[in-house]
DNA sequence: CGATCGTTTGATTACGTTCAATCGTTGTGG
DNA sequence: CCACAACGATTGAACGTAATCAAACGATCG
């Protein structure tokens, strides 16, 4: 690993609640590896026995239905961990993990894992802040299906890309948009629908570049019920 | 605790994998509380102190926006535990609860439970365990969101309630149907008329008991895409 | 007995899907 | 180098599902 590895390594909250010595011993010379675009790093039903950081690249989770469809359920970035408590449970993944784009990732072994804890306690602090962390973006997700409408959930999306709070931005979309329509739970036909109806709110889209002229107009468009 | 109170206690996972002694040490004689229908036990912002475990009753989790509307998030049950991961993380509930009918609900001290934790890691993977159940469920749900219809997404409800894989069934609703319909995402009149719809499909709905002529039949409806 | 609450039913509207065609960009092979 | 496929994205028209507004129904409780 090089040294900008174990930078974007260290800064993950998981590992930096670790310390760099137990992080090491768990972190072997082999223990990243380079995904291309659409590779698949694990299936649903497989037995779970690792978690993973994204050192470099995104990938989507995502269920899949016997017809073959694909349910985005979360996508994570570099500097992410993913499927952290998956493998204290019955044993098998509950979704499937793919690169959205080329990507280097790490991948941690389960069992030593477990080891680790036995011996270091308060390293279940931080699995089960990240897991915890982890429900409360589903439950989010869940609470934006259920009330929000498509426009709103597209406002959601840019916003959380967002570091101001008012005043103008500009969003680079960070992977294709039939991905974020299917994360958003809406068809990739709908999703550019909603999109155009948010530029009465002061969002132009050109390409995968946006430009949002009032952040704060935004999101108070996002709290609202009845969506003029 | 009486002793009826003790074997419920014994038999939820958590406290199973905890072992008698630690779970004792954990219990005061304090620790079990009455909740009438409709009080609250925790409020979403409230900080995160403590888990809790359902001796008897139900309880709804709920999300509260600004608005004052409640999306329901889930229900538990007698037997369950529910808020287990929050007292991680940044130590705010992400969601409020309340007892849906009159319960007893037992409170388990957070700090007193990383406590035990540092001295007893092997607790730490049963914590791991219900955090990753809670996380499949919410998968779930998020998937029945995007893609199964109204009526699909209360078959799957009802079939949840049923231990038998085919024939006919009986399942008495366990609340109002209003709970129902916002735990599933849906208007109680869309909740109404889309129970009306799985009447033929062979599911019979009279006051708050359900007949089911053949639940491998409703079972095979679930998983198509294309209703009929 | 009348009030209240939960549920159902009816009519209408709004939203997102579906199917289909088009456009623009990218990339490839002749 | 250009032509043409291939793909992602957009647009259009028709459809279906659930939401909304409103009323009626039935059971329960005071």
Redesign the interface.
């Known amino acids: 690993m090089t040294a900008d590895e174990w930078s974007v390594l260290m800064r993950a909250p998981l590992f930096k609640a670790m310390g760099l010595e137990i992080t090491r011993s768990l972190v072997q010379t082999r223990s990243t590896r380079a995904y291309a675009r659409g590779e698949r790093i694990f299936q649903q039903g497989d037995p779970a026995d690792a978690l993973f950081l994204i050192i470099e690249g995104c990938v989507k989770l995502y269920?899949e239905?016997?017809?073959g469809?694909q349910?985005v359920?979360a996508i994570f970035a570099a500097g992410e961990t993913f499927a952290e408590?998956?493998m204290?449970?019955s044993g098998d993944y509950?979704?499937s993990a793919e690169a959205v784009s080329p990507s280097r990732i790490l991948r941690i072994d389960g069992n030593a894992l477990?080891h680790t804890?036995?011996?270091q306690?308060?390293l279940?602090?931080a699995?089960?802040?990240a897991?915890?962390?982890?429900?409360?973006h589903?439950?989010?997700?869940?609470?934006q299906?259920?009330?929000q409408s498509a426009p709103q959930r597209i406002a959601i999306f840019l916003l959380k890309q967002v570091s101001v709070t008012s005043g103008p931005a500009d969003v680079a979309l960070p992977y294709e948009k039939a991905l974020i329509a299917n994360r958003l739970?809406m068809k990739p036909e709908s999703f550019s629908r909603a999109f155009a109806k948010l530029r009465e709110f002061g969002v132009i889209v050109e390409r995968d570049s946006v430009h949002i002229r009032d952040v704060a107009r935004l999101t108070k468009f996002t709290?609202v019920?009845n969506d003029t």
Chains 1, 2 share one sequence.
């Open positions: 269920r239905r016997e017809s469809e349910v359920v408590a998956a204290f449970l509950p979704a477990r804890i036995l011996q306690p308060q279940a602090f699995m089960l802040a897991a915890s962390l982890h429900l409360k589903l439950l989010e997700q869940i609470e299906l259920k009330v739970g709290a019920s």
